[in-house]
């Protein structure tokens, strides 16, 4: 896996998991920048996605393949679903489904990289 990228994608949903959870505390719903912000961390974790299945073609390999490509898919995944949760509910409550969303995008991508490195 390419360090900065993960970096990349781990600081912008983390930033993003803190304005959507700001917005919760504010008794805010979501708005177009916590969708577009979810779109921003979506689109990294697709760039993130594309990477790794390039770097996985060129013979370079996880320690734990089948962990890797779990956390790969599902961090693919989790901004989608948390979108769809949060426009299905709207309240306050689907800022904190967008943060925690952010929240477990950071989480996956840190454990991606120590599966990658094999730490």
Known sequence: MIGPLAVAVMVVALAYAVLALVSAALNRLPGTLQVGGAALVELLA???LVTAIVQLVLGERPAEFGTFL???VVSVLVMPVAVLWAASERNRWSSV?????GLV???LVLRMQQVWTGA
């Open 105 to 107: 995008v950071v989480v």
């Open 70 to 72: 779990a956390y790969l």
């Open 46 to 48: 697709l760039v993130q």
């Open 97 to 101: 489904v967008l943060g925690v969303g």
